[in-house]
């Protein structure tokens, strides 16, 4: 599976940016699904994850209420939607794949896989 995640952009702080993750494969849907993020010089960080129907999601700490995933897969695509952005919030975003979905809730970004090329976020204040 191939992911490639884009929308990103620069952005004001309190502004709010959706990003879209496409999948080289038709069986999106079979998938759980999360996104991360990895600021300059610091560690990736998960950020959401959604589980294969959709109904299902878990966030970190420092974006709940702020961000909301979603899917669509009907047309193969996953969501991050990011509303009130912070400064903090400025990284190189990645979609990726849960490896083992038994480990659904792992906020471990050794525990997803099939990394595409990020899309770069940029909160200025």
């Known amino acids: 599976v191939q992911l490639q995640a884009s929308g990103g952009g620069l952005v004001q702080a309190g502004g709010s940016l959706r990003l879209s993750c496409a999948a080289s494969?038709?069986?999106?849907?079979?998938?759980?699904v999360g996104w991360f993020r990895q600021a300059r010089g610091k560690e990736r960080e998960f950020v959401a994850a959604i589980n294969r129907s959709g109904n299902l999601r878990y966030y970190s700490d420092s974006v709940k209420g702020r961000f909301t995933i979603s899917r669509d897969n009907a047309n193969n695509n996953l969501y991050l939607q990011m509303n009130s952005l912070k400064p903090e919030d400025t990284a190189v975003y990645y979609c990726?794949?849960?490896?083992?979905?038994?480990?659904?809730?792992?906020?471990?970004?050794?525990?997803?896989?099939?990394w595409g090329q990020g899309t770069l976020v940029t909160v200025s204040s």
């Open positions: 990726a794949v849960l490896a083992d979905s038994r480990n659904w809730g792992s906020t471990e970004w050794t525990a997803f896989g099939s």
């Open positions: 494969v038709r069986t999106l849907s079979s998938l759980v």
